[in-house]
């Protein structure tokens, strides 16, 4: 099979732990690019982080990168423009929010261009590494709050369940932060009893990842790779965790990263190498540079 669309995940995919695209992998996609295989990207991130990244690539592979956000539930072409979006109803966005407040959970909720959150000073200290010195993590939380207000154009306000209830942009995905993993499944479990439509899954086992009735990277693909013309079966898709499931299951070749979910590799067609040994990169040279 010649592939012609390849998919990327992005934490913990093309990402490495220190949130670079490693060369390795910037080399491989850019001859798979002049190949003529088109790169996305596929993430859980808002818009404007995911927008930032595909910038990013685009500069490194040579070529344009289109992408979708919020697990897939807003997609934008290669030349920006949105194409695609499934956002949470209006009501029950409000009423989620409304469970998830009374829990104490902390929230974002991502829109179509912003990043909506409450209690400010809560989220600002999530950024707040204990683990290194006083000066280098006053340092590393400001560089990190100032990347997300202005890449996500954060906007602060007073309670989310009361702004939902009159919210004028549409919210594509809310993200539920900083859970343990008990509370991520009660949480769950909650939300899926009092809002059965809702599609919940997770990035990691701190949080939560809520968004519309099928509205998951599945879907996300599906909407780019109909705009591009390219059928399933010529699509290979690479993600790592379990909001990746979807979407490795829509594609004609889903790998899975070696350091990616227990279920994730279980479910994939192929497991790569950890995102530290370049595993997008060998991924790439195996299944359409033909190198290995």
């Known amino acids: 099979m010649q592939y012609r669309l390849v998919a ?37 991130r808002p818009v404007g982080s995911a927008r930032d990244l595909a910038r990013q690539l685009s500069r490194g592979i040579g070529a344009p990168v289109p992408f979708a956000a919020c ?15 499934r956002p949470i109803a209006s009501g029950v966005l409000a009423q989620a929010l409304a469970l998830l407040e009374a829990e104490g959970a902390l929230v974002e909720c991502y829109g179509l261009e912003h990043v909506f959150i409450d209690r400010l000073r809560q989220h600002l200290s999530r950024w707040w590494d204990p683990g290194r010195p006083p000066l280098a993590r006053a340092a590393g939380a400001l560089r990190t709050a100032w990347y997300m207000i202005r890449t996500n154009r954060v906007r602060v306000v007073r309670s989310l369940p009361q702004w939902a209830r009159q919210a004028r942009e549409p919210v594509c995905k809310i993200f539920v932060v900083d ?8 949480l769950a479990d909650r939300l899926a009893a009092a809002l059965p439509t809702l599609h919940i899954t997770s990035s990691g086992p701190d949080n939560l990842e809520v968004g519309a009735p099928q509205a998951h990277k599945g879907w ?30 829509y594609a004609g070749l889903g790998v899975a990263m070696g350091n990616g979910a ?31």
Do not use: C, H, Y
Request: no cysteine; proline share 3%.
């Open 71 to 85: 697990n897939g539930a807003v997609v934008f072409g290669a030349d920006g423009r949105r194409i695609a979006a």
């Open 8 to 44: 990327l995940d992005l934490d913990g995919t093309l990402l490495d732990r220190q949130g670079q695209i490693r060369p390795a992998n910037m080399a491989a996609l850019a001859r798979a690019a002049a190949r003529g295989v088109t790169v996305a990207i596929v993430t859980g």
């Open 220 to 249: 996300g693909l599906r909407m780019l790779a109909e705009s591009l013309r390219i059928p399933r079966e010529a699509i290979l898709a690479i993600g790592d965790g379990l909001n990746d499931l979807e979407m490795l299951e």
């Open 179 to 186: 859970l343990d993993e008990e509370s991520s499944r009660r």
């Open 262 to 292: 227990p279920e994730v590799r279980a479910r994939a067609d192929w497991v790569a190498p950890g995102v530290e040994e370049d595993g997008v990169a060998r991924a790439v040279e195996r299944w359409i540079l033909k190198e290995a």
